[in-house]
């Protein structure tokens, strides 16, 4: 196992100021923190660390912990707390900017009564709150765990919808070790909650996980990115060695097996989990991550039969990866070769025919600086993206006044469409048509001046955006591209942008900030037309009058008409931007500089004042 890959356990002692029914609650001394750095020191200092204990953050030396591991290049640290001392907020804030740090915090229940009687402890639930609440204002990510007990098994999605308002969006439930196992299965506990998990709104973005219970319990969950934080020995029944997901599932306990209807053993079969777990193990193997959309590529790269050394030559990846790529695919089924001939058992799913709705899109806003795209030019952006995306999954849109979640949402290649956008009266119209359509698009009013509310943090796939030209704006938007992306490798951010003019001294502030951020650019193509209005060519068709107009007598001019005068005539150019292992936000938090250009910029075109100071600058 590579450094990066593993995660220590880090049991720093002591007992729970807690004391939950459900477990036995060990008065243990507090290690002292020499043994502590003792123990870090001859593991290498592992770069993901799970501090643990009875409760971490009662230790007297818990900051000097947390700096310590930290100042060794731990890249992530898991801190499993009741959040007691976090309510307090000379406590809490001395942790503010520790971003490293990923909350794991215990909630039994969506109540003072229910919490405090699993706790065991009176006004435990109030302090628990109280450090959420701090917790709010960081940029951390905080994981809810909520244990499954009698005592609240019929309260869980309230817990879920409880703490929702406070931004939190990543619930993991689990079986403590002293659970009856009868009670969950035989009872039927879990057939509740995997229908009320299911009812949940989809605007809401939560993500339910599993420490503990097996994944084919919750087929349609999709997410377990916290699976195995307790790192307890589990098994597995016989048809688990067909699943392609056992890499990922926590299996059964001992105790639990044996209460387990069999029938409910499902093994995953599908194409995406097998290259997931293709994925994990190309990975564990090779130099090089390999994103998903990468293997998704390959195998369709080949999906009738070619040479070998025709495939290599086109895919142009080193033989040695390769090798390994295609091996992993061929162990899950995915590839079959038969002596110089390879073949991928993959189908790559048709995109539906292109919905053109431009004709129901609205009038520019110059205050915000739209411009309308003409949909020839959409549509081979759509092309371009849906090739690129051949998984699809989660796409958000940050700006939307082109009907581009439309005409993408209509092609069935993405699960799901989001998009955020400003302007109330774009959302109420791509609402009707997404609802007309039955497309799965959700729209949240948002002002991208605000942070992202957190439950939307690092949730989707790809991004696209149409940011404004003027630098600030760009940094702007690609930085909330970047907060809603999770945190993977070679994720896609498409963004639509052209500078004030088209020439290369204004894109090069455009490239120091691209670099800034971490982002790899894959591709600038594809420039599109902003549309002109009918009514605007036919109002100045003839050369002379266009010029007597702009020049001349434009006093009299709206402000609409100043905006397209201007505007129209440039090329919008789509960005293909990739992160990185050092793809970062270069703007977070609140933004209240100017994101788009200060000077009018009809009025810098055309007011003889304004070219006469640029050409002393000159």
């Known amino acids: ?213 097996p994944l084919c319990v919750f087929p349609e969950n999709s997410y377990y990115g916290q699976k195995n934080i307790l790192l307890k020995k589990r098994v597995y029944d016989e048809k688990c060695s067909e699943c392609h997901k056992k890499t990922l599932c926590p299996g059964f306990s001992k105790e639990e097996f044996q209460y387990v209807d069999k029938m409910i053993i499902k093994p995953f079969t599908d194409i995406k989990s097998k290259v997931l777990n293709s994925q994990i193990r190309i990975n564990k193997k090779s130099t090089i991550h390999i994103a998903l959309e990468e293997i998704y590529k390959i195998l369709f790269h080949f999906t009738e039969e070619k040479n070998i050394w025709d495939v290599i030559y086109e895919l142009g990846y080193p033989i040695p990866l390769f090798l390994i790529i295609i091996e992993e695919l061929q162990n899950e089924g995915l590839v079959e070769i038969n002596g110089d001939k390879i073949k991928s058992q ?85 609402n009707l048509i997404a609802k007309e359509k039955n497309l799965p698009i959700t729209c949240v009013q948002h002002d991208l001046r605000q942070k992202i509310p957190k439950k939307y943090l690092h949730k989707f796939d790809a991004a696209y955006t149409d940011s404004p030209y003027y630098p600030n704006g760009f940094s702007l938007f690609i930085s909330r591209c970047i907060d809603l992306l999770k945190k993977d490798l070679h994720l896609h951010i498409f963004s639509s942008f052209s500078c004030e003019m088209p020439i290369m001294d204004d894109e090069l502030s455009v490239q120091d900030i691209i670099n800034e951020m971490g982002l790899f650019i894959e591709r600038k193509s594809m420039p599109a037309n902003n549309i002109i209005p009918s009514y605007l060519a036919e109002k100045y068709s003839l050369f002379a009058k266009l010029n007597e107009i702009v020049f001349k007598n434009n006093k009299n001019l709206s402000q609409l008409d100043k905006w397209y005068l201007a505007a129209l005539g440039r090329k919008e150019f789509l960005f293909h931007f990739l992160t990185t292992k050092d793809t970062n936000p270069i703007i977070n938090g609140i933004f209240e500089e100017e994101i788009y250009y200060e000077d009018i910029p009809f009025d810098f075109y055309t007011n003889p004042k304004t070219v006469k100071n640029l050409n002393k600058i000159k």
């Open 346 to 430: 993959a189908k790559k799913k048709k995109p539906k025919e292109i919905i053109d709705q431009s004709d129901k899109r609205l009038e520019s806003n110059p205050e915000v600086c739209q411009l309308l795209v003409s949909h020839e030019d959409i549509e081979k952006r759509i092309n371009y993206i849906t090739e690129t995306c051949p998984g699809g999954g989660k796409m958000v849109l940050l700006g939307d006044d082109d009907f581009l979640s439309i005409s993408l949402a209509s092609t069935g290649l993405f699960d799901e469409i989001w998009v955020f956008e400003i302007d109330e009266r774009i959302i109420d119209k791509i």
């Open 1 to 213: 196992m590579s450094k990066s890959d593993e995660v220590f356990v880090l049991d720093i002692g002591g007992k729970d100021n807690n004391n939950p029914i459900f477990k036995e609650n060990k008065n243990n001394a507090f290690r002292e923190l020499k043994e502590i750095k003792q123990e870090l020191k001859k593991n290498n200092f592992p770069e993901k660390v799970i501090i643990s204990s009875g409760e971490p953050t009662i230790h007297p030396n818990f900051f000097k912990i947390v700096a310590f591991i930290i100042g060794y290049g731990c890249k992530s640290i898991i801190l499993k707390t009741n959040a007691r001392m976090l309510s307090y907020s000379e406590f809490s804030n001395r942790l503010k900017n520790c971003n490293k740090i990923k909350y794991f915090i215990d909630v039994f229940g969506p109540d003072e009564e229910i919490h405090d009687k699993i706790s065991n402890s009176e006004g435990s639930f109030k302090q628990a709150i109280s450090g959420i609440r701090n917790l709010s204002s960081f940029d951390n990510e905080v994981n809810i765990t909520i244990p499954i007990v009698n005592e609240n098994n019929d309260k869980l999605i309230d817990t879920i919808n409880f703490l929702e308002d406070y931004g939190i969006s990543n619930f993991l439930f689990y079986l403590p070790e002293t659970t009856t196992y009868d009670f969950f299965y035989k009872e039927k506990i879990y057939h509740n909650l995997k229908e009320n998990i299911s009812n949940l709104p989809n605007e809401t973005l939560i993500q339910v996980g599993f420490e503990n219970i």
